[in-house]
């Protein structure tokens, strides 16, 4: 499967734990995305990377977490000392950059964070 | 960012064309319109996207108004499968997408 995919699918936690999510895009894309969606919401854009590069954070990514894509492949994102609104998907996404591309972003199946 | 417009929800009979309008009157002249649809427990798919003609894939069709402040998504034989939200999301470029809260489509055996 040349998909996005994420690890892990689920996971549960208690509350002031660290947890860490890892996106595998699909090989030849260079932008990678990360949303979180809420029961009943649309997904909501964090950040996103050119290539290593982590080109923009929304507000909703308090210092708690962070993300990297250290080698401009997969990326992780990390939550610190985790709260119950944490609790949500987290969707990755890739697409590709420059050369006439289409711009339309592939979603991996997200993973699921329960902070108990 | 333009703003749009959707219906809550939709229901269509299995084996009809599901046709979901989406208004974007704010929508600037760089921004295509792309939809997406998130079935139950995955993540979002892309459909389809277009500029200011009309546009037809294997998946669906999008008609544009010619003011480009509006449009619709046709799936022309709808299956149980396509039971989803569908998202209408004006883009520029390889920029953020901005969900809405879409509309969710009920097909009906």
């Known amino acids: 499967d040349t998909g996005v995919s994420q690890n892990p699918r689920h996971k549960i936690t208690k509350r002031g734990q660290n947890v860490t999510f890892r996106c595998d895009p699909i090989s030849e894309h260079n932008r990678l995305y990360w949303y979180r969606q809420t029961l009943g919401q649309g997904p909501e854009f964090l950040t996103y990377?050119?290539?290593?590069?982590?080109?923009?954070k929304s507000r909703l990514l308090s210092d708690r977490f962070s993300a990297e894509r250290p080698k401009g492949s997969f990326s992780t994102l990390e939550i610190q000392r985790t709260e119950q609104g944490d609790s949500a998907m987290y969707l990755c996404a890739s697409s590709p950059f420059g050369g006439g591309s289409s711009y339309e972003q592939y979603f991996g199946p997200g993973t699921r964070l329960t902070v108990t | 960012d333009a703003k749009t417009t959707q219906p809550t929800s939709m229901d269509c009979a299995e084996g009809r064309a599901a046709n979901l309008p989406c208004n974007h009157s704010?929508?600037?002249?760089?921004?295509?319109v792309y939809w997406y649809r998130q079935i139950h427990s995955q993540g979002p798919q892309y459909i389809i996207h277009g500029l200011k003609n009309n546009e037809t894939n294997e998946m669906a069709s999008l008609i544009i108004t010619e003011d480009r402040k509006s449009s619709t998504l046709i799936l022309p034989h709808a299956t149980l499968r396509d039971t989803a939200v569908y998202y209408c999301?004006?883009?520029?470029?390889?920029?953020?997408?901005?969900f809405g809260t879409g509309t969710r489509l009920t097909i009906i055996p």
């Open positions: 999301i004006p883009q520029e470029g390889n920029e953020k997408l901005t």
């Open positions: 990377f050119q290539n290593e590069a982590q080109l923009e």
């Open positions: 704010t929508i600037s002249g760089n921004e295509y």
